[in-house]
């Protein structure tokens, strides 16, 4: 495994740790956290339409920018439950990226940007 690899792996995890010390520290429910920790992987589903449409829709659910003007607006909101929906979707994207999941290519499934890193 490459170096950037491992540190891709690495980033992953301390992100992860990093939201769950967020979600506990912002009350959250933890049966919501687990309930909603794989939402996400329902953008699986674009690949019963093909490859690419796969590809694009995961791409799209596993995208920090969404959860992130998500929480910023539960921010601005001063709604709590947006909030803890962002930080648990987050806390999805950062445990793919620390088991090395990430980005699909349209080529196939398991072509990710971890695995050409």
Avoid: C
Avoid at 26 to 47: A, H, N, Q
Avoid at 97 to 108: E, H, L, N
């Amino acid at each position: 495994m490459s170096q950037p690899r491992i540190m891709l792996h690495l980033e992953g995890l301390a992100v992860l740790v990093g939201l769950i010390a967020l979600y506990a520290n912002i009350s959250g429910d933890w049966l919501l956290f687990i309930v909603l920790l794989f939402v996400p992987d329902v953008s699986m589903l674009g690949y019963l339409a093909n490859k690419s449409v796969g590809a694009t829709v995961y791409n799209i659910g596993h995208f920090v920018g969404l959860p992130l003007a998500l929480a910023g607006i539960g921010i601005a909101m001063s709604q709590p439950m947006p909030v803890a929906i962002a930080l648990i979707w987050m806390a999805h994207i950062a445990l793919d990226r620390a088991v090395g999941y990430g980005f699909k290519y349209p080529t196939d499934f398991k072509d990710t940007h971890m695995h050409r890193a």
